[in-house]
């Protein structure tokens, strides 16, 4: 399994983590979710 970090800055700063397996085709979500415990990046 891998973790994908994107930043998303519209009102607030937001860290969207996507865990998935690269190893099966297509590609599996595992689960995404918004990190609030990033304070600062």
Known sequence: ???D???WTDRYF???RVIY????DPV???T?????EVKDR
């Open 1 to 3: 399994m891998l973790v």
């Open 5 to 7: 970090s994107t930043v």
């Open 14 to 16: 937001r860290v969207f």
């Open 21 to 24: 397996n690269e190893s099966v």
């Open 28 to 30: 599996a979500i595992a």
């Open 32 to 36: 995404a979710y918004f990190d609030d």
